[in-house]
């Protein structure tokens, strides 16, 4: 069975051909990059060692699938070679420990977290934590309902069943207080498929936007707002950066350059994949995630709505990754309180924007 997620443009020239490539030769991104490209990446799914490389250690906060689409653009192509870097990713997942812990144990040098109340929490007990930047301005987070009965705003939330697991409960109750509203639902406990949802034991599925909407979609031939409805947290007044890169503060007075150069590859990675999401869903499918057992179309599918979380106006004036720190100590840490977070750092300590300023040196792209 695979394994899914719960609640959780100018090109260059490189670019260009290497799409291209992909593309007109019609088989998997494995195979069209095997050679010099792939040389680059170790079966582990780790840019090959070498003697005069900087080994950067990378935990992840999931397994490794479609989140990190463009980490595996960038080591599939050699771009972190190309940065004279060896990069170990570490899977995560439901039986791993949680990337803070990873690099607070000096286990890892940079962490990959999709959830910002977690990482925050860590830096308020004393972990000197900083965030170099976000690849999705928006959490994919979010709740799926059938079109017949749909939510669509926190007042629709009144009275409902909803579907999912234990720790959706401060976020749903964050979603009643910010908007006003008596808190007045029941938590049904159930895994991450959409069956649940569609045998109507619940109103609404706890749901990451990337995948239960994707499944409705392609295995059950439903249409987005025609037969289901799909709203992010955002969109209920819960805003939240997610796949965050962070490091602690002595790894960036010591190697900061090494920061730099794997950013720089990194974006390079997660520009191609706004691109065209196809290769790296590719990847993923054959070979970082082989034995997740994914679909193809459904990675392919997912990317494409991932990408829409990648972009806002900040992005698009300074360049992608970019944090802004009033919409964290704002909106952001609004939602936090609301879900009875009370320690939380000082926003303007939390981010590093020194590393992407050097990447871009002005510029939007790479």
């Given at each position: 069975m695979p394994i899914t997620r719960s609640s959780r443009q100018n090109e260059t020239a490189q670019t260009w051909s290497r799409r291209r490539l992909l593309k007109s030769a019609g088989v998997t991104g494995a195979a069209v990059l095997g050679g010099g490209l792939l040389s680059?990446?170790?079966?582990?799914?780790?840019?090959?060692?070498?003697?005069?490389?900087?080994?950067?250690?990378?935990?992840?906060?999931?397994?490794?699938?479609?989140?990190f689409a463009g980490f595996w653009n960038a080591d599939a192509a050699g771009y972190y070679a190309e940065e004279n870097l060896s990069v170990e990713?570490?899977?995560?997942?439901?039986?791993?420990?949680?990337?803070?812990?990873?690099?607070?144990?000096?286990?890892?040098?940079?962490?990959?977290?999709a959830n910002m109340q977690i990482l925050l929490q860590a830096i308020a007990r004393g972990n000197d934590f900083k965030m170099v930047g976000a690849a999705l301005q928006t959490n994919?987070?979010?709740?799926?309902?059938?079109?017949?009965?749909?939510?669509?705003?926190?007042?629709?939330?009144?009275?409902?069943?909803?579907?999912?697991?234990?720790?959706?409960?401060?976020?749903?109750?964050?979603?009643?207080?910010?908007?006003?509203?008596?808190r007045d639902y029941e938590l049904v406990p159930v895994g991450s498929t959409v069956d649940p949802l569609l045998k109507k034991r619940g109103k609404v599925l706890t749901c990451y936007m990337t995948g239960q909407p994707v499944a409705l979609e392609l295995k059950h031939?439903?249409?987005?707002?025609?037969?289901?409805?799909?709203?992010?947290?955002e969109e209920l007044g819960l805003p939240a950066y997610a796949?965050?890169?962070?490091?602690?503060?002595?790894?960036?007075?010591?190697?900061?350059?090494v920061m730099e150069r794997f950013m720089r590859a990194t974006i390079r990675?997660?520009?191609?994949?706004?691109?065209?999401?196809?290769?790296?869903?590719?990847?993923?499918?054959?070979?970082?995630g082989a034995d997740?057992?994914?679909?193809?179309?459904?990675?392919?599918?997912?990317?494409?709505?991932?990408?829409?979380?990648?972009?806002?106006?900040?992005?698009?004036?300074?360049?992608?990754?970019?944090?802004?720190?009033?919409?964290?100590?704002?909106?952001?840490?609004?939602g936090l309180r609301a879900a009875g977070i009370k320690d939380l750092p000082d926003?303007?300590?939390?981010?590093?924007?020194?590393?992407?300023?050097?990447?871009?040196?002005?510029?939007t792209r790479l």
């Open positions: 680059a990446c170790s079966d582990a799914g780790s840019s090959q060692a070498s003697p005069s490389k900087d080994k950067v250690r990378v935990s992840l906060g999931w397994l490794k699938d479609l989140e990713f570490q899977g995560g997942g439901p039986n791993t420990p949680d990337t803070t812990s990873l690099l607070a144990n000096g286990q890892a040098d940079i962490g990959v977290h994919p987070g979010g709740l799926l309902s059938l079109a017949s009965d749909p939510v669509r705003e926190p007042k629709d939330l009144a009275g409902a069943k909803v579907l999912g697991q234990a720790g959706a409960k401060p976020q749903l109750n964050a979603i009643f207080e910010l908007a006003g509203l008596k031939k439903m249409k987005p707002d025609k037969d289901f409805v799909a709203v992010t947290y796949t965050i890169v962070y490091c602690k503060q002595g790894f960036l007075k010591e190697r900061g350059d990675g997660w520009q191609e994949n706004l691109e065209d999401p196809e290769p790296a869903a590719r990847l993923v499918v054959d070979k970082y997740l057992g994914l679909d193809l179309n459904e990675q392919i599918r997912g990317n494409e709505i991932q990408n829409t979380f990648m972009e806002n106006e900040l992005t698009r004036q300074k360049g992608l990754f970019r944090m802004d720190v009033e919409r964290l100590s704002g909106p952001m840490y609004a926003p303007d300590k939390v981010v590093d924007a020194g590393v992407l300023d050097a990447v871009y040196r002005g510029r």
